[in-house]
T-cell receptor, first 113, second 110 residues
Framework: DTAVSQTPKYLVTQMGNDKSIKCEQNLGHDTMYWYKQDSKKFLKIMFSYNNKELIINETVPNRFSPKSPDKAHLNLHINSLELGDSAVYFC????????????FGPGTRLLVL | ELKVEQNPLFLSMQEGKNYTIYCNYSTTSDRLYWYRQDPGKSLESLFVLLSNGAVKQEGRLMASLDTKARLSTLHITAAVHDLSATYFCAVLQGAQKLVFGQGTRLTINP
């Protein structure tokens, strides 16, 4: 069974489009995260939700909007995509915010043309 | 703002050799994590180090933490090709946020 899953795995789209990435975890964890990994492999946290409440909101353009319909799901919607949004986006989950090992999903490779 | 720096960023070594990856961080933290990432893949948790002097070992990898020096090391013993990957350390900032190092891309040649 996949612990943290993301869809889609690959996303190729034009500048200006709006797209969503979905994440689901079946580990029973309370906390979920979105990370961005750029072309140099640098990983940076974007958002974190604990029990459906936003607890970390880094300096991210407001074109990015996370939504957590329940504890097991955290989606990321991106409006008006730009070339610089091209990256790999990882979802992760942990039992407690920050304090436990985070389990990462397979990543969504986004390419904006 | 917490900064986490790894060195080296690139490491090419021969099978059978030993080497160490260093992870320095700029502000106090009690928790440090090591992750492995294979090319095109996700991150896999290797170690969680929770206190000063903590040492953990798994196979040919050993990680240690010195919170006073704000330094963690990942030591590779008698490297084998299967250990080729990018290794990340990550430090907990406050109670909630992980800050990652730049990653060390390790290539082990037969």
């Amino acid at each position: 069974d996949t612990a943290v899953s993301q869809t889609p795995k690959y996303l190729v789209t034009q500048m200006g489009n709006d797209k969503s990435i979905k994440c689901e975890q079946n580990l029973g964890h309370d906390t979920m995260y979105w990370y961005k990994q750029d072309s140099k492999k640098f990983l940076k946290i974007m958002f974190s939700y604990n029990n459906k409440e936003l607890i970390i909101n880094e300096t991210v353009p407001n074109r990015f909007s996370p939504k957590s319909p329940d504890k097991a799901h955290l989606n990321l919607h991106i409006n008006s995509l730009e070339l610089g949004d091209s990256a790999v986006y990882f979802c992760a989950s942990s039992q407690e915010p920050g304090e436990e090992t985070q389990y990462f999903g397979p990543g969504t490779r986004l390419l904006v043309l | 703002e917490l900064k986490v720096e790894q060195n080296p960023l690139f490491l090419s070594m021969q099978e059978g050799k030993n080497y160490t990856i260093y992870c320095n961080y700029s502000t106090t933290s009690d928790r440090l994590y090591w992750y492995r990432q294979d090319p095109g893949k996700s991150l896999e948790s290797l170690f969680v180090l929770l206190s000063n002097g903590a040492v953990k070992q798994e196979g040919r990898l050993m990680a240690s933490l010195d919170t006073k020096a704000r330094l963690s090391t990942l030591h590779i013993t008698a490297a084998v090709h299967d250990l080729s990957a990018t290794y990340f350390c990550a430090v907990l900032q406050g109670a909630q946020k992980l800050v990652f190092g730049q990653g060390t891309r390790l290539t082990i040649n037969p």
